[in-house]
Protein backbone atom coordinates (compact mmCIF):
# COMPACT_ATOMS: atom_id res chain seq x y z
CA UNK A 1 0.00 0.00 0.00
CA UNK A 2 0.80 3.13 -0.92
CA UNK A 3 1.42 6.43 1.39
CA UNK A 4 -0.86 9.39 0.32
CA UNK A 5 -0.82 9.81 -3.46
CA UNK A 6 -1.79 13.99 -4.20
CA UNK A 7 -3.03 15.75 -6.78
CA UNK A 8 0.55 17.67 -7.14
CA UNK A 9 3.36 18.31 -5.14
CA UNK A 10 6.86 20.15 -5.32
CA UNK A 11 9.84 17.97 -5.82
CA UNK A 12 13.00 19.45 -3.86
CA UNK A 13 16.53 18.11 -4.61
CA UNK A 14 19.68 18.33 -3.37
CA UNK A 15 20.56 21.18 -6.11
CA UNK A 16 17.41 23.10 -4.67
CA UNK A 17 18.76 22.82 -1.08
CA UNK A 18 22.26 23.97 -2.15
CA UNK A 19 21.33 26.48 -3.68
CA UNK A 20 18.98 28.48 -0.74
CA UNK A 21 21.57 27.40 1.56
CA UNK A 22 24.54 29.47 -0.50
CA UNK A 23 22.07 32.46 0.21
CA UNK A 24 21.41 32.23 3.50
CA UNK A 25 25.12 32.36 3.67
CA UNK A 26 25.57 34.98 1.79
CA UNK A 27 25.13 38.66 2.50
CA UNK A 28 21.58 39.48 0.98
CA UNK A 29 18.35 36.82 2.21
CA UNK A 30 15.55 39.87 0.39
CA UNK A 31 16.18 42.07 -2.46
CA UNK A 32 19.69 40.94 -3.47
CA UNK A 33 21.08 39.97 -6.46
CA UNK A 34 20.23 36.54 -7.14
CA UNK A 35 16.49 37.95 -7.60
CA UNK A 36 17.38 40.08 -10.89
CA UNK A 37 19.17 36.68 -11.99
CA UNK A 38 16.39 34.61 -11.90
CA UNK A 39 14.19 37.54 -13.78
CA UNK A 40 16.87 36.91 -16.26
CA UNK A 41 17.00 33.62 -16.58
CA UNK A 42 13.01 33.23 -16.40
CA UNK A 43 12.49 35.64 -19.19
CA UNK A 44 15.13 33.65 -21.33
CA UNK A 45 12.75 30.32 -21.01
CA UNK A 46 10.00 32.43 -21.49
CA UNK A 47 11.26 33.95 -25.07
CA UNK A 48 10.36 37.62 -23.53
CA UNK A 49 11.96 41.21 -23.02
CA UNK A 50 11.24 41.77 -19.31
CA UNK A 51 10.47 39.96 -16.01
CA UNK A 52 9.35 40.83 -12.91
CA UNK A 53 9.76 38.84 -9.94
CA UNK A 54 6.72 39.38 -7.15
CA UNK A 55 5.72 37.46 -3.74
CA UNK A 56 2.96 35.36 -5.54
CA UNK A 57 1.05 34.83 -8.33
CA UNK A 58 -1.99 36.96 -6.95
CA UNK A 59 0.46 39.88 -5.96
CA UNK A 60 1.39 39.15 -10.54
CA UNK A 61 -2.19 39.47 -11.41
CA UNK A 62 -2.99 42.67 -9.20
CA UNK A 63 -0.05 44.66 -10.29
CA UNK A 64 -0.06 43.80 -13.92
CA UNK A 65 -3.71 45.03 -13.44
CA UNK A 66 -2.68 48.22 -12.41
CA UNK A 67 -0.13 48.73 -15.00
CA UNK A 68 -2.28 47.96 -17.46
CA UNK A 69 -4.52 50.86 -16.38
CA UNK A 70 -7.46 48.86 -14.35
CA UNK A 71 -9.30 51.69 -12.48
CA UNK A 72 -13.22 51.96 -11.24
CA UNK A 73 -15.63 51.75 -13.76
CA UNK A 74 -13.27 49.22 -15.92
CA UNK A 75 -14.76 46.21 -17.32
CA UNK A 76 -12.57 43.10 -17.89
CA UNK A 77 -13.20 39.69 -19.07
CA UNK A 78 -12.61 36.69 -17.89
CA UNK A 79 -13.51 33.10 -17.72
CA UNK A 80 -14.98 31.69 -14.89
CA UNK A 81 -13.43 28.09 -14.44
CA UNK A 82 -10.19 29.53 -12.97
CA UNK A 83 -8.78 30.14 -9.27
CA UNK A 84 -10.79 33.39 -8.11
CA UNK A 85 -7.12 35.66 -8.09
CA UNK A 86 -7.90 35.75 -12.12
CA UNK A 87 -11.09 37.77 -11.40
CA UNK A 88 -10.26 39.02 -8.03
CA UNK A 89 -7.43 41.18 -9.54
CA UNK A 90 -9.98 44.17 -11.32
CA UNK A 91 -11.48 44.05 -8.12
CA UNK A 92 -8.53 45.24 -6.20
CA UNK A 93 -8.52 48.05 -8.65
CA UNK A 94 -11.77 48.89 -8.18
CA UNK A 95 -12.65 47.21 -11.99
CA UNK A 96 -15.88 45.04 -12.82
CA UNK A 97 -15.24 41.50 -14.06
CA UNK A 98 -17.11 39.66 -16.65
CA UNK A 99 -17.34 36.28 -16.84
CA UNK A 100 -17.85 34.86 -20.94
CA UNK A 101 -18.18 30.89 -20.96
CA UNK A 102 -15.44 28.01 -21.46
CA UNK A 103 -14.92 25.93 -24.94
CA UNK A 104 -16.21 22.07 -23.40
CA UNK A 105 -13.14 20.58 -25.60
CA UNK A 106 -10.49 22.73 -23.89
CA UNK A 107 -11.52 24.60 -20.89
CA UNK A 108 -10.34 27.56 -22.18
CA UNK A 109 -12.26 30.44 -22.81
CA UNK A 110 -14.21 30.37 -25.95
CA UNK A 111 -13.29 32.72 -28.70
CA UNK A 112 -16.44 32.78 -30.31
CA UNK A 113 -18.37 32.98 -27.64
CA UNK A 114 -15.98 36.01 -26.47
CA UNK A 115 -16.63 37.52 -29.63
CA UNK A 116 -20.19 37.49 -29.36
CA UNK A 117 -19.98 39.08 -25.43
CA UNK A 118 -18.10 42.03 -27.45
CA UNK A 119 -20.59 42.07 -30.17
CA UNK A 120 -23.54 42.76 -27.73
CA UNK A 121 -22.12 45.87 -26.16
CA UNK A 122 -20.84 48.98 -27.75
CA UNK A 123 -16.78 49.26 -28.66
CA UNK A 124 -15.39 51.03 -25.75
CA UNK A 125 -17.51 49.18 -23.00
CA UNK A 126 -14.45 46.63 -21.82
CA UNK A 127 -11.05 47.48 -21.20
CA UNK A 128 -8.88 44.06 -21.78
CA UNK A 129 -9.27 40.35 -21.68
CA UNK A 130 -7.58 37.90 -18.84
CA UNK A 131 -7.29 34.46 -20.77
CA UNK A 132 -6.17 31.52 -18.35
CA UNK A 133 -4.30 28.83 -20.23
CA UNK A 134 -6.11 26.35 -18.16
CA UNK A 135 -4.31 22.71 -17.11
CA UNK A 136 -1.65 24.07 -19.06
CA UNK A 137 -3.40 24.03 -22.34
CA UNK A 138 -2.59 27.05 -23.95
CA UNK A 139 -5.46 29.27 -25.32
CA UNK A 140 -6.34 30.53 -28.52
CA UNK A 141 -3.73 33.28 -27.89
CA UNK A 142 -3.05 34.51 -31.60
CA UNK A 143 -6.78 34.71 -32.12
CA UNK A 144 -7.78 36.61 -28.94
CA UNK A 145 -4.97 39.19 -29.69
CA UNK A 146 -6.64 39.65 -33.03
CA UNK A 147 -10.20 40.09 -31.01
CA UNK A 148 -8.12 42.27 -28.81
CA UNK A 149 -7.15 44.67 -31.41
CA UNK A 150 -10.13 44.97 -33.34
CA UNK A 151 -11.94 45.74 -30.20
CA UNK A 152 -8.95 47.93 -28.34
CA UNK A 153 -8.37 45.80 -25.55
CA UNK A 154 -5.49 45.12 -23.65
CA UNK A 155 -4.49 41.20 -22.98
CA UNK A 156 -2.82 39.74 -19.66
CA UNK A 157 -2.53 36.19 -20.09
CA UNK A 158 -2.69 33.88 -16.47
CA UNK A 159 0.19 31.14 -17.65
CA UNK A 160 0.22 30.05 -14.42
CA UNK A 161 -0.08 26.78 -15.44
CA UNK A 162 1.32 26.61 -18.24
CA UNK A 163 5.71 27.12 -18.13
CA UNK A 164 7.02 25.84 -21.27
CA UNK A 165 3.55 25.44 -22.98
CA UNK A 166 2.96 26.79 -26.44
CA UNK A 167 1.50 27.22 -29.96
CA UNK A 168 2.49 26.75 -33.23
CA UNK A 169 0.99 30.35 -34.76
CA UNK A 170 0.20 31.11 -38.25
CA UNK A 171 3.44 32.32 -39.23
CA UNK A 172 4.85 28.56 -38.50
CA UNK A 173 6.35 30.13 -34.91
CA UNK A 174 6.98 28.38 -31.55
CA UNK A 175 5.10 31.24 -29.52
CA UNK A 176 5.54 30.11 -25.91
CA UNK A 177 3.17 31.11 -23.27
CA UNK A 178 3.44 34.44 -21.89
CA UNK A 179 6.23 35.47 -24.38
CA UNK A 180 4.56 38.32 -24.88
CA UNK A 181 4.00 38.40 -28.80
CA UNK A 182 -0.10 37.94 -28.26
CA UNK A 183 -0.40 39.60 -24.96
CA UNK A 184 0.15 43.04 -22.82
CA UNK A 185 1.83 40.83 -19.99
CA UNK A 186 1.66 37.74 -18.27
CA UNK A 187 1.75 36.32 -15.04
CA UNK A 188 3.20 33.14 -13.55
CA UNK A 189 2.81 31.33 -10.36
CA UNK A 190 5.56 29.55 -8.19
CA UNK A 191 3.69 27.81 -5.64
CA UNK A 192 4.84 24.52 -4.67
CA UNK A 193 2.37 22.52 -7.33
CA UNK A 194 3.14 24.62 -9.82
CA UNK A 195 6.04 23.33 -12.40
CA UNK A 196 8.52 25.72 -10.64
CA UNK A 197 8.21 25.90 -6.79
CA UNK A 198 9.64 28.59 -4.35
CA UNK A 199 7.68 28.50 -1.30
CA UNK A 200 5.60 31.25 -2.49
CA UNK A 201 6.00 33.56 -5.44
CA UNK A 202 5.31 34.80 -8.77
CA UNK A 203 6.42 36.43 -11.83
CA UNK A 204 5.32 39.05 -14.48
CA UNK A 205 6.78 38.63 -17.85
CA UNK A 206 6.35 41.61 -21.08
CA UNK A 207 7.80 43.12 -23.61
CA UNK A 208 6.60 46.45 -23.36
CA UNK A 209 9.27 48.46 -21.37
CA UNK A 210 6.16 51.06 -20.12
CA UNK A 211 4.51 48.31 -18.11
CA UNK A 212 8.02 46.74 -17.11
CA UNK A 213 9.28 50.26 -15.43
CA UNK A 214 5.46 50.76 -14.07
CA UNK A 215 5.94 47.19 -12.50
CA UNK A 216 8.96 47.70 -10.75
CA UNK A 217 7.76 50.79 -9.21
CA UNK A 218 4.51 49.30 -7.80
CA UNK A 219 6.29 46.28 -6.71
CA UNK A 220 7.81 48.19 -3.97
CA UNK A 221 5.71 50.59 -2.23
CA UNK A 222 5.59 53.23 -5.39
CA UNK A 223 9.38 54.17 -4.05
CA UNK A 224 12.38 54.93 -6.54
CA UNK A 225 16.06 55.78 -5.81
CA UNK A 226 16.76 56.12 -9.42
CA UNK A 227 18.42 59.03 -9.81
CA UNK A 228 16.71 59.82 -13.75
CA UNK A 229 13.28 59.63 -12.18
CA UNK A 230 13.54 61.57 -9.33
CA UNK A 231 11.68 64.88 -9.34
CA UNK A 232 14.92 65.84 -6.26
CA UNK A 233 18.48 64.75 -5.18
CA UNK A 234 19.10 64.97 -1.61
CA UNK A 235 22.28 62.66 -1.48
CA UNK A 236 22.85 59.02 -2.12
CA UNK A 237 19.84 58.08 0.74
CA UNK A 238 17.63 59.86 -0.80
CA UNK A 239 14.81 57.98 -2.45
CA UNK A 240 10.89 58.96 -3.57
CA UNK A 241 7.40 57.48 -3.15
CA UNK A 242 5.64 58.95 -7.13
CA UNK A 243 2.80 55.87 -6.79
CA UNK A 244 0.71 54.51 -3.94
CA UNK A 245 2.42 51.00 -4.22
CA UNK A 246 3.04 48.10 -2.23
CA UNK A 247 5.50 45.54 -0.52
CA UNK A 248 5.18 42.57 -3.19
CA UNK A 249 8.76 41.68 -3.12
CA UNK A 250 10.09 37.95 -3.39
CA UNK A 251 12.94 37.12 -1.55
CA UNK A 252 16.64 35.95 -2.79
CA UNK A 253 16.05 32.86 -0.76
CA UNK A 254 12.69 31.57 -3.34
CA UNK A 255 14.83 33.48 -6.06
CA UNK A 256 17.82 31.04 -5.37
CA UNK A 257 15.32 28.18 -5.39
CA UNK A 258 13.49 29.50 -8.59
CA UNK A 259 16.78 29.77 -10.51
CA UNK A 260 17.49 25.72 -9.12
CA UNK A 261 14.38 24.79 -10.54
CA UNK A 262 14.01 26.00 -13.66
CA UNK A 263 17.29 23.98 -14.77
CA UNK A 264 15.52 20.80 -14.62
CA UNK A 265 11.87 22.42 -15.74
CA UNK A 266 12.20 21.13 -19.91
CA UNK A 267 13.40 17.76 -17.98
CA UNK A 268 10.37 17.72 -16.35
CA UNK A 269 7.81 19.01 -18.56
CA UNK A 270 8.82 16.13 -20.66
CA UNK A 271 7.98 13.77 -17.44
CA UNK A 272 4.83 15.27 -17.11
CA UNK A 273 3.52 14.65 -20.76
CA UNK A 274 4.99 10.94 -20.29
CA UNK A 275 2.84 10.89 -17.29
CA UNK A 276 -0.59 12.26 -19.45
CA UNK A 277 0.84 9.56 -22.34
CA UNK A 278 0.46 6.83 -19.79
CA UNK A 279 -3.40 8.12 -18.55
CA UNK A 280 -4.90 8.45 -22.48
CA UNK A 281 -3.42 5.19 -22.83
CA UNK A 282 -4.99 3.62 -19.72
CA UNK A 283 -8.80 5.20 -20.10
CA UNK A 284 -9.02 5.77 -24.00
CA UNK A 285 -11.19 2.47 -23.76
CA UNK A 286 -12.97 3.67 -20.84
CA UNK A 287 -16.60 5.31 -22.48
CA UNK A 288 -17.42 6.44 -18.80
CA UNK A 289 -14.12 8.63 -18.73
CA UNK A 290 -13.94 11.43 -20.73
CA UNK A 291 -10.31 12.65 -21.17
CA UNK A 292 -8.86 16.20 -22.04
CA UNK A 293 -8.55 16.99 -25.65
CA UNK A 294 -5.43 18.33 -26.94
CA UNK A 295 -6.72 20.14 -30.02
CA UNK A 296 -4.23 20.63 -33.23
CA UNK A 297 -1.62 18.80 -31.46
CA UNK A 298 1.02 19.18 -34.10
CA UNK A 299 -0.09 23.09 -33.22
CA UNK A 300 -0.55 22.75 -29.15
CA UNK A 301 1.99 22.10 -26.40
CA UNK A 302 0.62 21.29 -23.55
CA UNK A 303 2.16 21.71 -20.19
CA UNK A 304 0.14 19.58 -18.03
CA UNK A 305 0.31 21.32 -14.88
CA UNK A 306 -3.38 19.08 -14.23
CA UNK A 307 -4.72 16.14 -15.63
CA UNK A 308 -8.33 16.79 -15.78
CA UNK A 309 -10.77 13.89 -16.19
CA UNK A 310 -15.01 13.92 -16.28
CA UNK A 311 -16.90 11.16 -14.73
CA UNK A 312 -20.53 11.33 -14.20
CA UNK A 313 -20.41 10.25 -10.57
CA UNK A 314 -17.04 12.52 -9.50
CA UNK A 315 -18.43 13.23 -5.82
CA UNK A 316 -18.21 9.40 -5.24
CA UNK A 317 -15.06 8.94 -7.48
CA UNK A 318 -13.66 11.59 -5.70
CA UNK A 319 -14.66 10.06 -1.64
CA UNK A 320 -14.00 6.43 -2.95
CA UNK A 321 -10.10 7.79 -3.90
CA UNK A 322 -9.10 9.27 -0.95
CA UNK A 323 -10.35 6.38 1.02
CA UNK A 324 -7.54 4.48 -0.86
CA UNK A 325 -5.15 7.29 0.10
CA UNK A 326 -5.60 9.11 -3.23
CA UNK A 327 -5.89 12.89 -2.90
CA UNK A 328 -7.54 14.25 -5.99
CA UNK A 329 -8.57 17.79 -6.28
CA UNK A 330 -10.89 19.71 -8.01
CA UNK A 331 -10.26 22.42 -10.40
CA UNK A 332 -12.33 24.84 -9.83
CA UNK A 333 -15.60 25.44 -8.33
CA UNK A 334 -16.50 28.51 -11.30
CA UNK A 335 -16.09 32.28 -10.44
CA UNK A 336 -19.01 32.84 -10.74
CA UNK A 337 -20.99 30.87 -8.49
CA UNK A 338 -18.78 32.12 -5.35
CA UNK A 339 -21.07 33.77 -2.76
CA UNK A 340 -19.22 36.58 -2.89
CA UNK A 341 -19.96 37.40 -6.99
CA UNK A 342 -23.95 36.69 -6.40
CA UNK A 343 -23.85 40.58 -5.80
CA UNK A 344 -22.84 41.44 -8.76
CA UNK A 345 -26.00 39.44 -10.36
CA UNK A 346 -24.08 36.30 -11.17
CA UNK A 347 -25.39 32.82 -10.71
CA UNK A 348 -26.55 29.51 -11.68
CA UNK A 349 -27.51 28.98 -15.22
CA UNK A 350 -25.14 31.55 -16.18
CA UNK A 351 -22.67 29.39 -18.10
CA UNK A 352 -23.74 26.34 -18.92
CA UNK A 353 -20.26 24.79 -20.36
CA UNK A 354 -18.64 25.76 -16.91
CA UNK A 355 -21.00 24.47 -14.85
CA UNK A 356 -20.95 21.42 -16.73
CA UNK A 357 -17.98 20.89 -16.76
CA UNK A 358 -17.54 21.47 -12.82
CA UNK A 359 -20.19 18.93 -11.87
CA UNK A 360 -18.11 16.42 -13.80
CA UNK A 361 -14.26 17.19 -13.16
CA UNK A 362 -10.70 15.81 -10.95
CA UNK A 363 -7.62 16.45 -11.03
CA UNK A 364 -5.67 13.37 -10.71
CA UNK A 365 -2.49 13.06 -9.99
CA UNK A 366 0.22 14.82 -11.81
CA UNK A 367 3.77 15.65 -10.75
CA UNK A 368 6.78 14.69 -12.41
CA UNK A 369 7.73 12.96 -9.26
CA UNK A 370 5.09 10.47 -9.57
CA UNK A 371 6.38 6.53 -9.96
CA UNK A 372 5.07 4.14 -12.52
CA UNK A 373 4.03 2.16 -9.71
CA UNK A 374 2.17 4.94 -7.75
CA UNK A 375 0.30 6.00 -11.40
CA UNK A 376 -0.54 2.45 -12.47
CA UNK A 377 -2.27 2.15 -8.67
CA UNK A 378 -3.96 5.29 -9.65
CA UNK A 379 -5.32 3.80 -13.14
CA UNK A 380 -6.01 0.85 -11.67
CA UNK A 381 -8.43 1.93 -8.77
CA UNK A 382 -10.22 4.52 -10.78
CA UNK A 383 -10.98 2.14 -13.63
CA UNK A 384 -11.92 -0.37 -10.49
CA UNK A 385 -14.60 2.31 -9.41
CA UNK A 386 -16.11 3.23 -13.07
CA UNK A 387 -16.52 -0.52 -14.32
Known sequence: MFSNIPYGRQHITKSDIKAVTEVLKSDFLTQGPTINKFEKQFAEYIGCKYAVAVSNGTAALHLASLALGVKKGAKVITTP??????????????GEVVFSDIDPKTYTIDTAKLRKLLKSKPKGTFSGIIPVDFAGYPVNSEEIAKIAKEYKLWVLEDACHAPGGYIIDSKNKMQKCGNGTYCDAAIFSFHPVKHIATGEGGMITTNRKDIYEKLLLLRTHGITKDTNLLHENHGGWYYEMQELGFNYRITDIQAALGISQLQRADKNLEKRKKIADNYFKAFSECKKIILPQVLNSNKTSHAYHLF???????????????????FAQVHYVPVHLMPYYSQFGWGKGDFHEAENYYNQCLSIPMYPSLTKQQQQYVINKILQFVR
Do not use: H, M, P
Open 308 to 326: VIQVKKRKELYDFLRTNKI
Open 81 to 94: ITFAASANCVLYCG
